[in-house]
């Protein structure tokens, strides 16, 4: 990875940030509750996929309807996001094959 694509990245980033800054109070703090989570759980594809980005396009097209964000999701944030992460691998998926298979866990970083 170069400092161009470091420099990329970080405008990238920047750009999502601000789009979710723009999202109403609630569903700021809806986002904001999901990014923890998904960061934590840890799929695999969660930086460089459009998951992310996915979920704010969803959040401002629902606010661009008038519907609240508990219209869209439902109540359970982390039931949520573990429907939109179902079929992707998560480091602890890796990590517990390693285990299984006895080999150490990839490097995916």
Excluded at 21 to 46: Q, S, T, W
Excluded at 52 to 80: C, H, R
């Amino acid at each position: 990875m170069g400092i161009q694509d470091i420099i990329e990245g970080k405008k990238q980033w920047r750009g999502h940030v601000a789009r979710v800054k723009a999202l109403p109070p609630d569903y700021r703090i809806v986002y904001k509750e999901m990014e923890k989570y998904l960061f934590k759980v840890g799929p695999v594809n969660l930086i460089e996929g459009d998951l992310l980005p996915g979920i704010v396009d969803f959040f401002a097209e629902g606010a661009a309807s008038g519907k609240g964000v508990i219209e869209l999701i439902g109540t359970d944030v982390a039931a949520f996001c573990d429907d939109l992460i179902k079929d992707s691998p998560t480091y602890a998926e890796l990590f517990q094959q390693s285990l299984d298979n006895n080999t150490p866990p990839p490097d995916v970083l």
